[in-house]
């Protein structure tokens, strides 16, 4: 059998069961409180993902059935992504005008919007043109 060790102290890893199923945990706990996935008899560590604007660790969530990615601090954070096949929706940074942070997409009660990621902060939105924001048009003075 092969053993592993975890990489945070350096002691054993063993294969536990939990509410969830199986998952690896270090034979140190709580003194070390590492843990892993079971993926086919081995620890593999889930990919974490972080909030854009104040890289805190993001977290999937559900609400009325949709899935969707919030910052795990909030409410000082209200970053939300959208769920894209359980990871956060990668989108091209798109820089806000109003506050120089970016926006992100999001859905509201009128379909798809782009909003500010410093929202409720910076209130700036555009709309949404097939996946992309759309620009408003300048009013140039002639």
Known sequence: MTRYLCPKCKNELTLKSGKKGE????SHYPECDYTADNVDGRPVRKKRYFCPSCQNPLRKREHNGKAF???T??????VT???DNGVPATTK???CRVCGHYLVRKKGAKGYFWGCI??????NTLDDD????RPRKSKKKS
């Open 69 to 71: 990615w919030g910052c």
């Open 118 to 123: 410093k929202y409720p902060t910076c209130r």
């Open 93 to 95: 940074k798109y820089p």
């Open 23 to 26: 998952f690896w945990g270090c």
């Open 130 to 133: 097939q996946g992309l924001p």
């Open 81 to 83: 992504l959208e769920d």
């Open 73 to 78: 601090n909030y409410p000082e954070c209200k």
